[in-house]
């Protein structure tokens, strides 16, 4: 071993003997180190070339990850509190939506090109799902002036919040949220368009009602809707409310998504936000930290387009998601 490892210093391929025996570094194509103790041999490992295909494949999973982390952080103010698979399942949705796409090909195509309808039921917090803690119909609408008209069934808490593990049991005021968000992937900002609460003392009860969110958003657009369900607790003396709501219990999910009415062209640079573009909605709008466009870009500067298929649409309608379709949460989270 010894002359062997003289044999590579010689070539400049270095490894070396501690003073306890022990061989340290590279000889050869055999890597050797110190692992608890011992003394670890390893080959060292191949350089595979990746084909157009794992990079066109890489690049979707990429940009649907991205895309997801977006939609996460849009709709923290909503689920306040996500669990720890909530990276890879968001992700996983995404993902599928992609795949499901009726227009546009691998390394070509955005979550403008993508079926929004296994964006619904996404939910942030995989230990409380809303379906299963919130035990009321709702069912969601656009109108013609292309707002969201929210129905809510008869909302009793005692019966219909389902005391699932990590249940606050020191309720005594719930509250229904509705948060409308639109996002723009391509131009790389997203803006709240409205936030409504529903607030009902545990042995009150909400009569059935029909909500009225804003949503009309800039034309490349996508509008998402949320409900989520915020549990407080009134501290003694003072009267004040506080909020219960934990990462193993805080119930939220998607419960409505819009395509874009026209989505614009990628932006040639990332989106700036600035007051004097937008002196009336500068604190509504965010930056959104995408980097699936970029992702995009490098991979079209390698290759081609496929030969055939269609490039990303800027105009689709999706079954179920058009304007004055309503939509079964109940129904399409089975």
Known sequence: ?????????????????????????KAGSVIYRMYRGKNIMQGKPRKFEQTEGSIRASTEFGLSSSAAAAIRRA???AYIHRDGEAVSRTTQQVYRSLRNSLSGSIGQRDLHDANLQDLLGMDFNGASPLAEVLQISHSVFRNAEGNLEVSLGRFKPKEDVKK????????????????VVALDFRQEYL???????????????????????????????????????????????????????????????????????????????????????????????????????????????????????????????????????????NKLTK
């Open 1 to 25: 071993m010894l002359i062997y490892l003289a044999s590579l210093n010689q070539n400049n391929i270095m490894a070396s003997i501690d003073n306890k025996g022990r061989i340290h570094g």
């Open 75 to 77: 709709f923290e103010p």
């Open 164 to 179: 699932a593990a990590g249940y606050p049991d020191s309720a005594s005021r719930y509250r229904i949220r509705l948060m």
């Open 191 to 329: 803006e709240y368009l409205d936030i409504k609460d529903l607030d009902v003392h545990k042995t009150a009860v909400m009569e059935a009602q029909t909500i009225t969110l804003n949503a009309k958003a800039d034309p490349g657009c996508i509008v998402m809707l949320s409900m989520s369900l915020l549990m407080y607790d009134q501290v003694p003396h003072t009267c004040e409310y506080v909020l219960l709501n934990t990462k193993g219990f805080s119930p939220c999910a998607i419960i409505g998504a819009f395509p874009a009415e026209q989505a614009a062209p990628m932006a040639a640079k990332p989106f700036r936000l600035s007051k004097e573009a937008y002196p009336d909605r500068h604190e509504k709008i965010q930056e959104m930290g995408y980097d699936g466009n970029r992702l995009l870009k490098e991979f079209q500067n390698k290759y081609k387009p496929d030969q055939g298929l269609t490039t990303p649409s800027t105009q689709r309608q999706q079954t179920g998601c058009t304007l004055g379709k309503k939509l079964s949460f």
